[in-house]
Nanobody, 127 residues
Framework: QLQFVESGGDLVQPGGSLRLSCAGS????????IGWFRQAPGKEREAVSC????????YYYDSVKGRFTISRDNAKNAVYLQMNSLKPEDTAVYYC????????????????????WGQGTQVTGSS
């Protein structure tokens, strides 16, 4: 089955840190941008951070800028999200997915432009 497998989610106190991992299975990610998205209960899925394959440049949702860092390891077909200074409002299921467009210049944050969604990993920021 072609999908990502996310891991690393947990219950963490506000101000804490987590590192999420995402590994692709059955396909390669070298030529595509990869995005991390999240979905909180009752809300639409939203982009958190996306990273290109061309130069590794990244996009961050305003509320996570300065706190989250995205990175990728093409040799491992993996993408990571380092999350620091977690807040209760970061609570959500986190997913990664691959851009449908090969070698896109820049990034897109539209969920309709991504595929190979995994099952997600739950992040809960609560004391």
């Amino acid at each position: 089955q072609l999908q990502f497998v996310e891991s690393g989610g947990d219950l963490v106190q506000p101000g804490g840190s987590l590192r999420l991992s995402c590994a692709g299975s059955g396909f390669t990610t070298d030529n595509y941008a990869i995005g991390w998205f999240r979905q909180a209960p009752g809300k639409e899925r939203e982009a958190v951070s996306c990273i290109t394959n061309i130069d590794g440049s990244a996009y961050y949702y305003d509320s996570v800028k300065g706190r989250f860092t995205i990175s990728r390891d093409n040799a491992k077909n993996a993408v990571y999200l380092q999350m620091n200074s977690l807040k209760p409002e970061d609570t959500a299921v986190y997913y990664c997915a691959q851009d449908l467009t090969r070698q896109r210049v820049g990034v897109t944050t539209s969920t309709r432009q991504y595929d190979y969604w995994g099952q997600g990993t739950q992040v809960t920021g609560s004391s």
